[in-house]
């Protein structure tokens, strides 16, 4: 897999120069959070020397080298390690949607972003090999965004049912990835440090792809590898919060957690951690940093608003249409020519039955908001699938009156959760197919 993103049928959505540059950027983007251009940037071996980041690690004081782990952009890493350490990896498995040619570590296949039963054999291997660590043992523990529907191991009395009934009312709910996961901790032998746990007594250096709002190590992936702050009382106020009945298997487990009956995720101080290292090789600040650089070449001046932008997709989109608004008619934050930029993660309350995830949702509604020609915005979500649809995310420009769409099925499509629909009919849908990354959403304006 090379480094390079292609957008399917670019040719027909490059109507404008704005639209072509805004795609410009978000393959750019997209492109730099791809796993083997991030560890290629972040680890090498010189010798019998390992370096990560800022650390270094003696490969001649361990008597094995294994890899495990999971996420979208796990079988790139593995693949990328490989490269970088050759034979002096013994084994190892990880578990992706996004598969790899690999020769020393096994890529199994998961589904995201509801779990299945092929994840979880792809998570019992990953535990099996945690198990066999001991105190000699190097692992190298690839987590990327993905990995918590990727790596689902249920905990005792909890079934995949389950977890796939929870997950999916929770994702429907408009419920943060923080809130998500403070659920999906408890109900797994494997999330909120359990990992680390498993792995304990090895050396672990965990090789992170952020995929959340300031890089929480806790909530990346459910934090196989962190110590967990979040409780079994936490988890079950989300589910209050939220109005989710979840099925009596959950409840019970929860209920019996929050009494004390069964032991809590281990938390800061715990001895699972004393040899563990996480090193965060790309987050949205990546793909922003690529995308304005972009920006720069093309003799456009690039701001980045924020890399943390959060909650409902479709209010989100009026604040980008209002600053872009504001940079035509004033110059303020700056002046045209432009390029603002954002990433972050906004959610979708699910009210209807169409088809569309956040990235389309804020195309549409941006398009909605436009009233000004000369602004182009694109929305796209790094691992090529927003939602779970078959596109990456969408451009936007101008009212979509002016791409074959009815102002009345414009809108009503965001009342339906018809993003998809509404942004194919008008050929503004954006595919790239799975990217093998995740660095979570990134927005585009381009202000002529």
Avoid: Q, W
Avoid at 54 to 75: F, I, N
Avoid at 438 to 448: G, Q, S, Y
């Amino acid at each position: 897999m090379t480094d390079d993103v292609a957008i399917r049928d670019r040719a027909a959505l490059e109507t404008t120069s704005a639209r072509e540059l805004a795609l410009d950027c978000a393959a750019a983007g997209i492109a730099a959070a791809r796993p083997r251009r991030v560890v290629r940037e972040s680890v090498s071996v010189a010798g019998d020397d390992l370096t990560v980041g800022d650390a270094t690690y003696d490969l001649r004081d361990y008597d094995e080298v294994v890899v495990l782990g999971g996420g979208k952009a796990a079988g790139g890493v593995a693949g990328a390690l490989e490269t970088a350490l050759g034979d002096r990896i013994d084994r190892g498995v990880v578990v992706t949607n996004a598969p790899a040619d690999c020769d020393r570590v096994a890529v199994r296949e998961g589904d995201h972003p509801v779990p299945s039963e092929r994840g979880v054999a792809g998570a019992r291997e990953v535990l099996e090999l945690a198990d066999d660590a001991d105190e000699n043992t190097l692992v190298l523990a690839t987590i990327t965004g993905g990995a918590s529907a990727l790596l689902p191991a249920p905990a005792d009395g909890i079934s995949l049912a389950d977890l796939r009934a929870v997950t999916t009312d929770l994702l429907e709910s408009g419920a943060t990835i923080g809130e998500i996961n403070a659920v999906r901790k408890h109900l797994s032998a494997l999330k909120g440090g359990r990992l680390a746990e498993r792995a304990a007594p090895a050396e672990v250096v965990g090789l992170v792809l952020s995929d959340v709002v300031s890089d929480d190590l806790e909530v990346i992936a459910s934090g196989p590898l962190s110590p967990d702050s979040s409780t079994y009382r936490d988890a079950l106020g989300v589910l209050d919060r939220r109005e989710i009945d979840p099925p009596a298997g959950v409840r019970d487990r929860l209920e019996r957690g929050a009494r004390g009956e069964i032991p809590e995720t281990p938390t800061e101080g715990d001895p699972a951690f004393d040899r563990v290292s996480v090193h965060v090789l790309a987050d949205g600040m990546t793909a922003l940093d690529a995308a304005a650089e972009v920006a720069r070449d093309a003799g456009y001046e690039p701001i980045v608003l924020s890399s943390r932008v959060r909650g409902e997709a479709r209010e989100a989109a009026k604040t980008h249409v209002a600053i872009a608004e504001e940079v035509c008619a004033t110059g303020n934050p700056l002046g045209a020519p432009a390029v603002l930029l954002s990433g972050g993660e906004t959610t979708v309350t699910v009210r209807g039955d169409g088809e569309g995830g956040p990235n389309l949702e804020f195309a549409l509604s941006a398009a909605l908001e436009l009233d000004v020609d000369d602004v182009a915005i694109a929305s796209v979500d790094t691992d090529g699938s927003d939602g779970g649809t078959a596109a990456a995310g969408a451009l936007g420009h101008g009212h979509p009156v002016g791409y074959s769409l009815s102002a009345r099925a414009a809108r009503a499509a965001p009342a339906d959760n018809d993003s998809f629909g509404a942004l194919d009919a008008a050929n503004c849908v954006l595919r790239t197919g799975a990217t093998g990354t995740n660095v979570n959403d990134l927005r585009i304006a381009v202000v002529e």
